[in-house]
């Protein structure tokens, strides 16, 4: 035993803090589903998501009469991207300037990278106990 448990026990903590960040967006994103229409959009443009390369979408939508916009909360290349292209756009009814481009990629974006980062801290506090009772 190299005495890594404590070690190990924060690394668990934080993985275990950013689970809870998932369920609380993941239950975020399941609210705005329920409280939530669909409706057809236009991407009119990519926006620069990251300094990496990648983009979002920019879509306008009409609901009552009047415009809105929408964006993907997801980088993807820029040839993914077709302006003038026809997508669907969940927004909410009470705040329709509250819209998403209507893809599971982009309405649990952040349920998404919130798990993956307490997947990771898991597998890393798995490492560092195994580590410490081969030690």
């Known amino acids: 035993m ?12 934080i993985g275990g803090a950013f689970l809870l960040g998932a ?24 926006e620069t998501y990251d300094m990496h390369g990648t983009f979002k979408p920019v879509v306008e939508f009409f609901h009552e009469g009047r415009r809105y916009r929408a964006d993907g909360r ?14 669907r756009v969940r927004f909410r009814l009470d705040r329709p300037e509250l819209a998403r481009v209507d893809r599971p990629v982009h309405v649990f974006a952040t349920t998404i990278a919130l798990a993956v980062v307490a997947v990771v801290f898991g597998a890393m506090a798995g490492c560092v106990a195994y580590v410490d009772a081969s030690g």
């Not at 190299?2 to 903590?13: D, F, R, S, Y």
């Not at 369920?23 to 990519?46: E, Y």
């Open 74 to 87: 997801w980088g993807v290349s820029e040839k993914s991207i077709i302006v003038g292209q026809r997508v």
């Open 2 to 13: 190299l005495g890594l448990a404590p070690v190990t026990h924060v690394i668990e903590a």
């Open 23 to 46: 369920f609380f967006a993941a239950a975020n994103a399941v609210n705005f589903l329920r409280r939530s229409d669909t409706t057809d959009g236009t991407i009119v443009r990519a």
